[in-house]
């Protein structure tokens, strides 16, 4: 009995472009999911650089906030209370809240790195100069008997953040005279945190006073708006600043070395009266407070994290274009391309953000990028090679990667023309995937 020769079966998927082109769809959308798992791990560690400039913080000197000064005069009021059906009058203590008349600042900050194992943290020494004047309290608008004021115990306070920063003890003069501040521990005390000095008020005169502050502090300094004009000048050696708070500065100038700014602010804006009796929270309300501060931010240039963040999300783009160059130098050259190898170029262009992460926190983004890109494209390009047999097309896509990775770099530099630039560089992409497209035979099955 002759046997007849086997024919090999064919399998009508094996050249199908349309199959082909589904599987490899799929494929880009499986490879979303770690995708989104190194977006994760780059949130992970930005959150670790986080703890570790508050750890920083926390052993140096926390954000100061500069709060007052202002005046805390103590004064007799008789009441009256019905006791057992019977009204009895007796004498009380209370407090007259004044805040400055006019109120200048002028802080000089310089600024240090503070490493701390592979992070960065921004730290600075500070002196605060401080000066300005109290009126005569109104006391006629209080309702106010000027015999019930008790000028002898009259105390200047102001407040600190974290008193941890002061690197000295303050010295302030009032009317000329020198006192040195103690701490402030008082149920009236509109600061958390205070220094107080005790002194003798003067009647029917406006009253001056002067201090400065030598401190240490991180990431921000800011200041409570109390004057009914208050001036605040900042100089500094830190030249990437941010501005907190509802008032930017009035002037600022901005170089290499450094900034200058100075605000000019009046009492129209400021959520505090002048003046008020007997009631601490007007100082303590988170929300009044919050609207009437200001300050200034050393916030570091875009840092590797969020650079890194924005690369990732460009990866579903690059892996696409990625495998329809490939997809299309297959059909194009006639030589096919199983689906793992596919796989595995996909596995490489992940990979590929875990080292631009790693290799970032150690040489910065902009060399950990050169380097992660020049690796990827090197291992994708040799492998590319093996598969097609054929050196000038791995060549050539390797010179497509590397217009897809810098033209992602660029994107990622240019901020606010990112979108412009992106669009127009997309724009030309897809009308040279029409272009070279127009050779294959999409009816073949």
């Known amino acids: 009995m002759t046997e007849q020769p086997t024919q090999k079966q064919h399998k009508w998927y094996q050249d199908s472009i349309l199959f082909k082109s589904g599987v490899i769809a799929i494929l880009i ?25 508050n750890s920083v913080s926390d052993k140096w000197s926390g954000k100061q906030l500069i709060n007052g ?25 209370q407090t007259l809240y004044l805040l400055p008349q006019n109120l200048q600042i002028k802080a000089d900050i310089k600024t240090q790195h503070f490493q701390s194992g592979i992070y960065d943290a921004i730290v600075y020494n500070s002196k605060v100069g401080v000066q300005g004047s109290f009126d005569k309290p109104d006391l006629n608008q209080l309702g106010i008997n000027d015999d019930a004021i008790m000028y002898d115990k009259a105390r200047l306070v102001f407040g600190l953040s974290d008193l941890k ?29 205070g220094l107080q000095v005790n002194f003798q008020l003067p009647k029917d005169q406006s009253l001056t006073f002067s201090y400065q502050l030598d401190l240490k502090g991180s990431n921000e300094l800011n200041f409570l708006h109390t004057g009914k004009t208050t001036d605040v000048e900042i100089n500094s050696d830190w030249s990437n600043p941010g501005f907190n708070g509802r008032y ?59 650079k890194i963040l924005r690369t ?6 690059i892996i696409l274009l990625t495998f329809v160059s490939l997809f299309l130098t297959e059909l194009i050259k006639k030589q096919s391309i199983h689906v793992f190898n596919y796989i595995l170029i996909g596995a490489a262009m992940v990979v590929y953000y875990t080292l631009l992460l790693s290799f970032s926190e150690q040489i910065g983004y902009n060399y950990a990028y050169l380097l992660a890109s020049v690796s990827t494209i090197a291992l994708i390009s040799l492998f590319t090679s093996s598969l097609l047999k054929n050196k000038g097309v791995a060549a050539l896509f390797a010179v497509i990667l590397t217009v897809f990775y810098g033209f992602i770099f660029i994107i990622i530099q240019l901020e606010e023309l990112s979108l412009l630039f992106g669009s ?10 029409m272009y070279f497209s127009r050779k294959i035979n999409w009816n073949n099955h």
């Open 248 to 306: 930017l500065p009035d002037t600022r100038t901005v170089s290499p070395t450094g900034f200058n700014a100075k605000w000019h602010l009046l009492y129209y804006n400021r959520p505090f009266p002048q003046q008020w009796v007997n009631d601490k929270t007007v100082l303590d309300s988170n929300k009044q407070v919050k609207e009437a501060i200001f300050g200034v931010k050393l916030q570091l240039p875009i840092d590797q994290y969020r």
């Open 424 to 433: 127009i560089a997309l724009f030309v992409i897809v009308a040279t995937l």
């Open 312 to 317: 990732t999300k460009y990866s579903t783009l």
């Open 29 to 53: 959308m499986v490879l979303l999911i770690p995708s989104a798992w190194i977006q994760g791990l780059i949130t992970d560690r930005e959150g670790y650089q986080q703890d570790n400039i």
């Open 69 to 93: 000064p202002m005046l805390m005069i103590p004064f007799k009021k008789e009441i009256t209370e019905m006791i057992n059906d019977k009204t009895v009058a007796h004498e009380v203590i």
């Open 165 to 193: 920063g002061l690197k000295n003890n303050p010295s302030i003069t009032i009317q000329g005279h020198q006192f040195i501040p103690e701490p402030a521990i008082d149920d009236k005390l509109p600061f958390d945190k």
